[in-house]
């Protein structure tokens, strides 16, 4: 189950942090390290700074995007310090998030982004996310580095796995019955945005309209199958739409 949830760090400045990051992930029984982008790496102060938690920066995957690096996880949640004008879902407790995110990693993979040291994640990469967390601190200095964000968050998610319900064996869950990865869920609002953009509803790109209605997918939380059954109302309509 831990083992289903990824840490990922976007564009980390400092080699040193993510020598950190992976100790206060290993400290946490979380193994799975995914750096988007990093300014330096590999670097001595990466692992310098792991304190026994080489093996995580060592086997740690570099990849050029964070949708590369979420594409095959059911849920994504961004951990920011300020509320964004994206109507994303938001955990106001990070508990709360964390037994969510222990939940769908006994299925699925799941991943838990962390942005910038200087200022967190853009816009466009909040989209790549389903769901946002913020860490509730002091008012007058809320400053966590990024290493301490993640050991907090990542205590959260070993606290809700060690007091899940203990109701021993579990069958696998039927595949249709599990939530959409990421890149399912991206392919599915492409084609409602192609269906929206041609029938006429919208006329202009990324419209306010198409982040409120990822915001609804995203708190629906469809099931594969009832994602494949609107993929098809979708495809249905698309083929009654003049130059289709």
């Not at 508990?95 to 991943?111: F, S, T």
């Not at 192609?194 to 509803?201: I, K, L, T």
Request: proline share 7%; glycine share 6%.
């Amino acid at each position: 189950m831990l083992s289903n949830i990824r840490i990922v760090l976007v564009q980390t400045y400092h080699p040193g942090n993510i020598g950190a990051s992976a100790r206060a992930m290993k400290t946490m029984g979380l193994t799975d390290l995914v750096l988007v982008n990093p300014r330096q790496f590999p670097d001595p102060e990466a692992s310098r700074l792991a304190a026994g938690a080489e093996n995580l920066v060592d086997n740690a995957r570099v990849v050029g995007s964070l949708s590369e690096a979420v594409s095959d996880c059911v849920q994504v949640v961004g951990a920011s310090a300020r509320l964004r004008s994206l109507p994303l879902p938001h955990f106001d407790e990070p508990d709360e998030m964390a037994r969510e995110l222990v939940e769908q990693a006994g299925h699925d993979p799941v991943a838990l982004v962390f942005g910038r040291e200087r200022f967190g994640l853009t816009n466009d990469e909040i989209r790549c996310c389903s769901h946002q967390v913020s860490i509730p601190a002091n008012p007058d200095y809320g400053i966590l580095n990024l290493a301490q964000a993640v050991q907090v968050l990542a205590h959260e998610l070993f606290t809700a796995w060690r007091r899940r319900p203990d109701s021993g064996y579990r069958s696998p869950r039927p595949a249709q019955e599990r939530q959409p990865t990421r890149e399912q869920l991206g392919h599915f609002q492409a084609h409602l945005s192609r269906v929206m953009q041609s029938s006429g509803f919208i006329t202009q790109p990324h419209a306010r309209t198409e982040d409120q209605l990822e915001s609804l997918f995203a708190r629906a939380q469809p099931s594969r199958r009832e994602l494949s059954l609107l993929r098809g109302l979708l495809a249905s309509l698309e083929r009654h739409l003049p130059d289709s």
